[in-house]
Nanobody
């Protein structure tokens, strides 16, 4: 069974930082890409960042470029989202996803809450 587990959310002041972690496991094929979406109250779920587990290529939402950085470890099954200069509009539930090789199935974590408030 494939499992995707996020951690690292919490409450932070505007201008502060948080680091999210996501680990994917349980696939016989491995994962070709992993990343993060977020969903704020009353908003559609949106892509925040993604990274290829093979090439390291990244994609970012325009709203987080220059503030957020996605990275991977050398095992290529864990990703991190370093979030700096956080703004109240970054408040959302952040969901990790992992795209399985071969099947191209997408698996989702249950989400971690990030709240940016003074």
């Amino acid at each position: 069974q494939v499992h995707v587990v996020e951690s690292g959310g919490g409450l932070v002041q505007p201008g502060g930082s948080l680091r999210l972690s996501c680990a994917a496991s349980g696939s016989i094929f491995g994962f070709g890409a992993m990343g993060w979406h977020r969903q704020a109250p009353g908003k559609e779920r949106e892509l925040v960042a993604r990274i290829s587990s093979v090439t390291g290529n990244t994609n970012y939402a325009d709203s987080v470029k220059g503030r957020f950085t996605i990275s991977r470890d050398n095992a290529e099954n864990t990703v991190y989202l370093q979030m700096n200069s956080l703004k109240p509009e970054d408040t959302a539930v952040y969901y990790c996803h992992a795209i399985e090789k071969r099947s191209v199935n997408t698996y989702w974590g249950q989400g971690t809450q990030v709240t940016v408030s003074s």
